[in-house]
């Protein structure tokens, strides 16, 4: 398995006009950002329109990934549901396709207590040995896992490695950071909260804006951890705007909005997901050029 690094971005996918999966095109998005500030992929999470996947989709995006970019940086399969039986029959699978470590997220509608958190991570963590991230993101899931239980959890299994925190909390993230095991990951789940996550115990970014910034997100990361916290400040008000401009509209309509209008293959996007509207696009197209980034 390769090192844990900085920025993870969570790649979007892209898609044919017939709604298929444009492989090879995800495949050169992979190359891009690696060579773009990515110390890792995620395939197929949210911002990949994983919940409109199927599993064999999902498969072989996983395998075409790694071979792609796996001998370069971490890849990370998003194996998640709110289904624990289908998390762990997914898991199963993808533990063939070559993938560094699996995030799971907390179960979405059923919205378990914090014995029912506890028991799904469980149950999948004794289904596989791969390593596992939790994703704590309460705006998409109705629910959330609380630091106590987490730290259980990364205490009780050791393929429980780390969190995917994107509840905003920064208590919780300062909480998890302190009682869980040594070398425990807390990745901050949202872009304008790296620097303030870094700040309470975190080591990186599961990334979106990094489609976009990822050598000034890892950058600025880089520059907190070497004590250059006047660089790490700079870096993190320069592209602020950014972090926080493709979230104008629900995620990941934005960024692969902008990776469309970079020239990139972003694709299109399934259904209930839509493109941008000419008024998002002309304010991320302002966003772009005023980062210096179009």
């Known amino acids: 398995m390769l090192k844990f690094g900085n920025v993870i971005t969570a790649m979007i996918t892209p898609f044919n006009d017939d709604g298929s999966v444009n492989y090879e095109a995800a495949v050169e998005l992979a190359k891009y950002y690696v060579n773009n500030g990515s110390d890792g992929i995620l395939v197929a999470g949210t911002t990949g329109e994983g919940a409109t996947m199927s599993v064999p989709e999902?498969?072989?995006?996983?395998?075409?990934?790694?071979?792609?970019v796996g001998d370069k940086v971490l890849v990370m399969g998003n194996t998640g549901s709110n289904d624990t039986a289908a998390t762990i029959a997914f898991t199963k699978e993808a533990e063939q396709t070559g993938i560094d470590c699996l995030l799971c997220i907390v179960p979405y509608y059923n919205k378990p207590n914090q014995a029912g958190c506890y028991a799904h991570f469980k149950a999948i963590a004794e289904s596989t040995d791969l390593p596992i991230i939790i994703y704590n993101?309460?705006?998409?899931?109705?629910?959330?896992?609380?630091?106590?239980?987490?730290v259980r959890l990364a205490k009780d299994f050791p393929?429980?490695?780390?969190?995917?925190?994107?509840?905003?909390?920064?208590?919780?993230?300062t909480k998890i950071a302190s009682d869980a095991p040594e070398g425990f990951y807390i990745y901050s789940g949202d872009d304008s909260l790296t620097l303030p996550i870094l700040s309470v115990g975190g080591c990186g970014i599961i990334s979106v804006a990094s489609h976009i910034i990822g050598p000034q997100m890892n950058a600025m990361i880089q520059a907190y951890k070497d004590g250059d916290t006047k660089k790490a400040m700079e870096l993190h008000q320069k592209y602020l705007p950014v972090?926080?401009?493709?979230?104008?509209t629900v995620s990941p309509t934005p960024i692969k909005a902008c990776v469309n209008l970079l020239g990139l293959h972003g694709g299109t996007f399934r259904l209930p997901?839509?493109?941008a509207d000419e008024d998002t696009?002309?304010?991320?197209?302002?966003?772009?050029?005023?980062?210096g980034i179009m």
């Open 58 to 68: 999902k498969i072989k995006l996983f395998k075409d990934i790694v071979k792609a």
């Open 281 to 291: 696009k002309t304010f991320l197209i302002k966003m772009m050029k005023d980062a």
């Open 243 to 248: 972090m926080t401009g493709i979230f104008c």
């Open 273 to 275: 997901m839509v493109d």
């Open 137 to 150: 993101v309460p705006g998409r899931t109705g629910g959330k896992i609380l630091p106590e239980t987490v």
């Open 159 to 173: 393929n429980i490695i780390g969190i995917k925190e994107a509840s905003g909390d920064l208590i919780a993230a």
